[in-house]
């Protein structure tokens, strides 16, 4: 039995050759092409036999297959190259649909993998996020009209997916013709010039749009002279040249300070939307790395912006300490912001994330390949993808079963021990490799700092260095005073793995 998004419920056990529906045989290269191999010219091996006669549109039928009996053997030949695309096996791949008919092996083909697990990786499917969409949606509407709005902030640990659902608010904010624009703050640099390029691209947006070039250029005036400002600029250190050919303005956002410049380019941005009845959006990922003097510029622009009703708004994603960053800087950030906690996906939404793109394929997974990819992945969409991703890849054959799990699960680890915890581990000195070990040791959830000491047999005053230090690089945070948590997810449970 296996499991469809459309949660439809399939009787019957899984024949090689027939897709468990009943349906006739849908293989890899039968299908609609829907996946990012869809073009004509899919790939160096796409020859002729690389995609239904009918073209791209795959309206044609695929070749009907008769039932092979339930306990038909697959021969070895038949099973796809487990785990890579080698250039042979995309050339047996292409064999593989005249000779459909003869293997009737439902294959699980690794060039149409679709699982997507890496940073800011675009999900093949955005599960388990439609709260937080309903919300967006409202705020771009409320803001368009001049409403008064608390715009949205995201807060949530490594790799549950704030970057990818900022990026998503971004495409939304985009089909109702807002100008956006997006940074990614860095704990050295000033936000004053990735503001000016993010603010830039957004009015680029606009101008096409607009009946008066005049006022662009006034803005873009006013743009430049904020840009010039900044400090690093000035010593001649930065090289960005904001391509912008009006002359900088004078006397306006170009004072040097950076609350009273922020709020006027703001305000003259928001006029310049508003002038064509949409907004501006812009958005700031790591948002907690934006500097203490920034944050408090950029909330009090917020703050002036929302008193007048100016159809701008600073969205932001961050790890879980990012709120109180934000109070810490102004007290009034908790109005000026909603904030939502993205955490791990719930059991269907996992489920939804790995069965919707899967058949959109025409892969299926059993119940039990779910029940373990659950338990495995424990909801964190990083892991849903690299999971699913090697799942796949190392399946022969459609559905994927508990068993492919079990034989994949050790290869996603070791890829998660690589890529997801060990990049991050390697930032780290000796005394801060010692600071989470202890950390480790108290289990997974944030613990008190004193606790750390303890283990570790040292005042805690003494360890602040290496706490503050893990902190600055975003291994560790504190939500509250005293109490110290991993922004990885299961990172205790990798460093308890690993020798001290
Ligand atoms: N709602 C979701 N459903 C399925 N997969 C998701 C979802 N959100 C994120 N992912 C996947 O999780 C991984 C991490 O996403 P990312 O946005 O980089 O996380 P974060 O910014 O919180 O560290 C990516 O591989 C992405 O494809
Ligand atoms: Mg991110």
């Keep these: ?43 160096p091996f796409s020859g002729p036999f690389s995609e239904p006669s009918g073209g791209p549109s795959g309206e044609t039928a695929p070749v009907p297959s008769p039932r092979p009996p339930a306990d038909a053997p697959v021969p070895a030949w038949c099973v796809p190259l487990r785990s890579r695309a080698t250039r042979r096996s995309a050339f047996y791949g292409n064999l593989r649909r005249p000779l459909y008919p003869v293997i009737k092996s439902e294959s699980v083909d690794p060039v149409r993998n679709p699982y997507a ?11 388990g996020r439609d709260r937080e969409l309903q919300q967006f949606e409202i705020v771009l509407e409320r803001v368009a009209r ?179 960053v934000l109070s810490a800087s102004k007290s009034y950030s908790e109005r000026l912001f909603r904030y939502a906690r993205i955490d791990r996906l719930d059991r269907d939404a996992a489920d939804l994330a790995l069965i919707a793109p899967a058949e959109r394929e025409d892969v299926e997974f059993t119940p039990e390949a779910l029940d373990a990819l659950y338990e495995a992945a424990d909801g964190y969409p990083y892991f849903v993808q690299a999971y699913g991703k090697v799942a796949w890849d190392l399946a022969p054959r459609s559905p994927i079963t508990a068993d492919d799990i079990k034989v994949s699960a050790p290869e996603a680890e070791e890829e998660l021990a690589v890529g997801f915890f060990g990049s991050r581990y390697e930032r780290a000195t000796p005394a801060e490799r010692d600071y989470m070990h202890a950390m480790a040791q108290l289990g997974d959830d944030p613990v ?17 260095p290496a706490r503050d230090s893990l902190i600055k690089k975003g291994l560790i945070y504190s939500a509250e005073r005293g109490v110290i948590g991993f922004t990885v997810p299961h990172f205790g449970r990798f460093l308890r793995a690993q020798p001290l």
Aim: hydrophobic letters at 40%.
């Design 448 to 464: 008190p700092t004193a606790e750390v000491a303890d283990v570790l047999g040292r005042k805690p005053s003494s360890l602040s």
């Design 146 to 324: 001049g409403r008064p709005e608390r715009s949205m902030v995201l807060t949530g640990l490594r790799g549950v997916g704030k970057t990818v659902l900022l990026n998503t608010f971004k495409s939304m904010a985009m089909q109702r013709l807002w100008g956006t624009g997006k940074i990614e703050a860095r704990p050295d640099q000033s936000i004053r010039r990735p503001v000016a390029a993010s603010l830039h691209m957004a009015i680029r947006e606009l101008a096409p749009r607009h009946r008066a070039p005049e006022r662009i250029e006034e803005f873009l005036g006013v743009l430049k002279a904020f840009a010039m400002r900044d400090p690093a600029a000035a010593k001649g250190t930065s090289h960005w040249s904001p391509g912008i050919d009006v002359p900088a303005s004078r006397g306006r956002a170009d004072s040097g300070d950076l609350e009273i410049d922020l709020t006027e380019l703001f305000v003259d941005a928001a006029g310049v939307a508003t002038d064509l009845g949409v907004g501006i959006a812009l958005f700031i990922d790591e948002m907690q790395d934006v500097q203490a003097p920034d944050i408090s510029a950029l909330c009090a622009a917020c703050h002036e912006l929302s008193q007048s009703g100016g159809p701008l708004i600073v969205v932001g994603a961050g790890l879980p300490h990012l709120p109180s």
């Design 1 to 43: 039995m296996a499991v469809r998004a459309a949660e439809v419920s399939l009787s019957g056990p899984p024949v090689a050759g027939i897709a468990p529906s009943g349906e006739p045989f849908s293989g890899p290269f039968s299908g609609p092409f829907s996946g990012p191999f869809s073009g004509p010219f899919s790939g």
């Design 117 to 127: 697990p890496g940073a800011g990786q675009r999900p093949p499917e955005l599960a």
